[in-house]
Nanobody
Framework: VQLQASGGGLVQAGGSLRLSCAAS????????MSWFRQAPGEEREFVCA????????EYADSVKGRFTISRDSTKKTVYLQMNSLKPEDSGVYYC????????????????WGQGTQVTVSS
């Protein structure tokens, strides 16, 4: 399984970015795809998740109402639309995949992408 994240960049506070994560190598029925982020000196934290089959979603409280996760099963791609960005949203964003759903700790995930940098200036 390979996950390829892209779409990061530099944006001013209040702006928007859309991240993509392209998956390959297997079918993902029964799996969920998630986004995590990690700021310098901090632990990797859960951002949001979506199930491949039904599209159920889950969000960290810090991003609810601002971020939207979606998936295109035919393209095996997951998207993260980030609006109203804040400086505290800055970090390296990783996509990850795990069997099941509602998993919020990094060690529960089997597959990881390489990460994409998001920097929000104040």
């Amino acid at each position: 399984v390979q996950l390829q994240a892209s779409g990061g960049g530099l944006v001013q506070a209040g702006g928007s970015l859309r991240l993509s994560c392209a998956a390959s190598g297997r079918t993902f029925s029964g799996y969920s795809m998630s986004w995590f982020r990690q700021a310098p000196g901090e632990e990797r934290e859960f951002v949001c998740a979506v199930t491949w089959t039904i599209g159920n979603t889950e969000y960290a409280d810090s991003v609810k109402g601002r971020f939207t996760i979606s998936r295109d099963s035919t393209k095996k791609t997951v998207y993260l639309q980030m609006n109203s960005l804040k400086p505290e949203d800055s970090g390296v964003y990783y996509c990850a995949s795990s069997r099941g759903f509602r998993k919020r700790t990094a060690d529960e995930y089997d597959y990881w992408g390489q990460g994409t940098q998001v920097t929000v200036s104040s």
